[in-house]
Nanobody, 122 residues
Framework: QVQLAESGGGLVQAGGSLRLSCTAS????????MGWFRQAPGKQRELVAA???????NYADSVKGRFTISRDNTKNALYLQMNSLKPEDTGVYSC????????????????WGQGTQVTVSS
C-alpha cells in the first residue's frame, strides 16, 4: 500500500512560480514510476509530467520548457517546479504512482493523492 500526499498549491499571478511536493509512504518508492496530473473544472484529468524509477521523463506539450519534474528517493518525494504559470494551468494537481503500464494512461496508475489546488490569476 502506498499513500501519497501533495502540498505546495496556492494562488499565484500569471508569470509566477510554484513548487509542488508529493510525499509517499512505504519503503519501495524508488521502484515506482510517478506522475503529476491536473484536472481543470469541467475537463478531464490530464497528464502533466511523468518520471520513471530510472529517471526517464516525459512532459505534456503544454508545459514543456516551463515545468520540471524531479524525485528524491532518499526522501520518498516527488516534485513539480512550475514556472511562467498561465491561467490555463489552473486546476487540481495530483501525484500518482504506478508499477507498470503506459505513463500517459491514468488507468496505469495504482495510487493517487488527494490533490492540491493551483489557481493562476490573469
Amino acid at each position: 500500500q502506498v499513500q501519497l500526499a501533495e502540498s505546495g498549491g496556492g494562488l499565484v499571478q500569471a508569470g509566477g512560480s510554484l513548487r509542488l511536493s508529493c510525499t509517499a509512504s512505504g519503503r519501495t518508492f524508488s521502484s515506482w514510476a510517478m506522475g503529476w496530473f491536473r484536472q481543470a473544472p469541467g475537463k478531464q484529468r490530464e497528464l502533466v509530467a511523468a518520471i520513471t524509477s530510472g529517471g526517464s521523463i516525459n512532459y505534456a506539450d503544454s508545459v514543456k520548457g516551463r515545468f520540471t519534474i524531479s524525485r528524491d528517493n532518499t526522501k520518498n518525494a516527488l516534485y513539480l517546479q512550475m514556472n511562467s504559470l498561465k491561467p490555463e494551468d489552473t486546476g487540481v494537481y495530483s501525484c500518482a504512482a504506478r508499477t507498470g503500464g503506459i505513463y500517459y494512461y491514468t488507468s496505469s496508475y495504482n495510487y493517487w493523492g488527494q490533490g492540491t489546488q493551483v489557481t493562476v490569476s490573469s
